[in-house]
């Protein structure tokens, strides 16, 4: 991990123990990074040099040419703004790095603890995306609308509030009903005006968060999903100005695909080249390349990915060339030391970090019903 060299510090530690702290202090660097999958696969991200409430502005595609007489000064025009505020908080994890271990030149369990600790991250960063863009409510994060889950029947102007919506959310029932420039979130685009958009969708009433169909043979809500359920999403997604070209489902949700009779039709293999496969679907370089993407295949050209992290009552239709989630960091994963009077150094990483849906049009989530 870490090449060993010569302690640089003066104490009365062995000359070993010298080295094994100089080689902890550079193997934390190997830390200080956030570039993990799934802020890759949904954020764009943003820094800052604050904490606290942090505010976004987006300009709304308002402006227009008009048709002119030579000679003639066109009207003034401005393009309305629209802000999110994110919220910036930090976190933190001990990593059970002690003194001991330092004296008696045991690298091998600071690494452990080091790499234990950074895991735990990865689970927390992970979670805490799945839980915003899901609409999941989680007391520990905050997501989720006013102390619980995102509804289908959840009105925008209740999931638009930044008080009860810290996390933001896709469009609520109704997206038409806010005018107000700062609050308002839907716009015309295309051939479709603002009405007609606020009227699609399974309910007609615009929301992107809609019922599944029960296709999972049970009457329980995990599983439920079906084409019908992805060709609506799609329709939502692409009169805005997007492309869905992304499902992401839970293991049994999949399960609920291959039972499907007619799944086989639309269906088809990872985009990667048989040849890489190991030339058969059935092959163990096939199944391993699956296992590391979570790529299983295709759906009328939207990559479908399966994630265990995916809630098995929920699934996510999403156009994931524009990202609809803001990660707005303060800080990197640094390793801060503790009171040296408790026998511990480099006792706890931490990270100062927001995230928030800032991009409504871009995803659909299908509730199981």
């Given amino acids: 991990m870490v090449t060993a060299k010569d302690g640089l510090m003066t104490s009365n530690l062995t000359g070993t123990a010298n080295r094994v702290l100089t080689d902890y202090k550079d193997a934390i660097q190997d830390y200080r990074v956030t570039d993990m999958p799934v802020i890759s696969l949904f ?30 000064t066109p009207n003034y025009q401005h393009t309305d703004l629209r802000n999110e505020r994110v919220a910036v908080k ?16 045991r690298f091998s369990e600071m690494e452990l603890a080091l790499n234990e600790a950074r895991r735990a991250v990865e689970r927390h960063v992970t979670q805490h995306f799945i839980y ?33 919506n810290t996390h933001g959310s896709f469009y609520g029932v109704d997206p038409d009903t806010l005018t107000t420039a700062s609050d308002k979130r839907l716009y015309e685009y295309g051939e479709y005006t603002e009405t007609q958009l606020a009227d699609m969708g399974p309910g007609d009433n615009g929301t992107h968060y809609f019922a599944a169909t029960d296709t999972s043979g049970t009457v329980s809500t995990t599983g439920d999903i079906s ?19 992304t499902i992401m489902i839970s293991p049994s949700h999949y399960k609920t695909l291959l039972n499907l009779a007619d799944f086989t039709m639309p269906f088809g293999g990872t985009t990667t080249p048989l ?42 239709v999403f156009d994931m060339k524009v990202k609809p989630v803001a990660y707005v960091e303060r800080r990197v994963i640094t390793v801060e030391e503790a009171n040296p009077g408790f026998g511990i ?9 927001g995230l928030k849906v800032i991009r409504p049009e871009s995803g659909v989530i299908v509730v199981g019903d």
């Fill in 132 to 164: 915003t863009v899901f609409g999941l409510y989680k007391a520990e994060y905050g997501t989720g609308y006013n102390g619980g889950h995102i509804l289908v029947g959840t009105t925008e102007d209740n999931l638009s509030a930044f008080a009860t």
């Fill in 345 to 353: 150094t480099g006792s706890y990483m931490s990270m100062r970090y």
């Fill in 227 to 245: 084409l019908q359920d992805i060709t609506a999403a799609m329709e939502l997604i692409n009169a805005k100005g997007g492309t869905a070209d």
């Fill in 275 to 316: 040849t890489e496969h190991g030339n058969s679907k059935g092959g163990l370089d096939y199944v391993n390349n699956v296992s590391a993407s979570g790529l299983v295949g295709q759906l009328y050209g939207l990559n479908v990915y399966m994630n265990h992290w995916v809630p098995s009552t929920r699934f996510g």
């Fill in 90 to 105: 930090e976190w933190g994890i001990a990593v059970g790095v002690t003194r001991r271990m330092l004296e008696d030149s």
């Fill in 43 to 72: 954020a764009e991200r943003f820094t800052t040099e604050t904490g606290g409430d942090v505010d976004i502005t987006f300009a709304r595609p308002s402006m227009a040419l008009e048709q002119i007489e030579e000679g003639d």
